[in-house]
């Protein structure tokens, strides 16, 4: 590095690997955290799915029960609708 300066005029200023590791350990760390940020999160929203869907089941079986045909297929609707949120969820996980 001497001799570099001495042609160039510049100084080199080269960290050892040492002072380098750290920064990519760090980077190892924060996506490790934040893929269990977002798993946690797919968790709870897949979990809140399920129990929209159960509700939905639960609405859909009064309604049955009172021959309400307009809101069993509104109810219908929306349960599939809460399927497809739920496969599209699973699917990434």
């Known amino acids: 590095m001497r001799s570099y300066k001495q042609e160039t005029g ?3 200023s080269i960290p050892r690997w040492s002072e380098i590791k750290d920064k990519y350990d760090l980077k190892s760390v924060r996506k490790l955290e934040k893929a269990k940020s977002d798993l946690a999160k797919a968790t709870d929203q897949y979990e ?5 869907i159960q509700l939905y089941h639960q609405k859909l079986h009064v309604e049955q029960e009172k ?3 307009g809101k069993v297929g509104k109810i219908q609707d929306d349960i599939e609708k809460q399927k497809r949120m739920r496969k599209r969820l699973k699917k990434n996980k």
Request: hydrophobic share 35%; net charge positive; proline share 0%.
């Open 10 to 12: 510049i100084d080199l």
């Open 67 to 69: 021959n309400n045909v």
């Open 48 to 52: 809140k799915i399920k129990e929209r």
